[in-house]
T-cell receptor
């Protein structure tokens, strides 16, 4: 159990276009979802936290108008990179948690975004 | 803000031997959680072990154990009987119990297993 699926696993888009990444909890209801960004050979950086039905909370330095997060249901959160630029190219990973803070959050397999 | 430091960018160990990965953190909080995650080449994040700060007993999971020193803010991971499948990036992570949600990660240690 506790499977989190991200789609797509890889995406290439042109500069100026928008791209949407989906994060689904397949066998549990995710009350809280997290979006991370990982640069090559670097650590994961938390971008934002979202609770179902509420606006996402963005970390300092993350542009909320550029990285739109929607958590409209208990099994789906989406990250939309708007007006993508080459510097947005990165590995994006989501994680999802069912309950309170002391419960485990499970990670999706990540999405490799390349902006050309 | 909390910070997590992993001072070993890369470690190498012979198969079947034991290796210890270091992690220190900085926080003013008293209640928090600490984690070790494994990231193999597939990039899938896998939870290896977790420790609640209020527990004095060190967590263990089969061949994996931690040495949690709360006063020193140290949280090292020991891997016993290393196996080829243990080769991966290992990230130490911190999560507050009351403050900001989400994980704060260290920069990672690349673990190489020598056959």
């Amino acid at each position: 159990g506790a499977v989190v699926s991200q789609h797509p696993s890889r995406v290439i888009c042109k500069s100026g276009t928008s791209v949407k990444i989906e994060c689904r909890s397949l066998d549990f209801q995710a009350t809280t979802m997290f979006w991370y960004r990982q640069f090559p050979k670097q650590s994961l950086m938390l971008m934002a936290t979202s609770n179902e039905g509420s606006k996402a909370t963005y970390e300092q330095g993350v542009e909320k108008d550029k990285f739109l997060i929607n958590h409209a249901s208990l099994t789906l959160s989406t990250l939309t990179v708007t007006s993508a630029h080459p510097e947005d190219s990165s590995f994006y990973i989501c994680s999802a948690r069912q309950g309170a803070r002391n419960t485990e959050a499970f990670f999706g397999q990540g999405t490799r975004l390349t902006v050309v | 803000a909390q910070t997590v430091t992993q001072s070993q960018p890369e470690m190498s160990v012979q198969e079947a031997e034991t290796v210890t990965l270091s992690c220190t953190y900085d926080t003013s909080e008293s209640d928090y959680y600490l984690f070790w995650y494994k990231q193999p080449p597939s990039r899938q994040m896998i939870l290896v072990i977790r420790q609640e700060a209020y527990k004095q007993q060190n967590a263990t999971e089969n061949r994996f154990s931690v040495n949690f020193q709360k006063a020193a803010k140290s949280f090292s991971l020991k891997i016993s009987d290393s196996q080829l499948g243990d080769a991966a990036m290992y990230f130490c992570a911190y999560r507050s119990d009351r403050g900001a949600d989400g994980l704060t990660f260290g920069k990672g240690t690349h673990l190489i297993i020598q056959p």
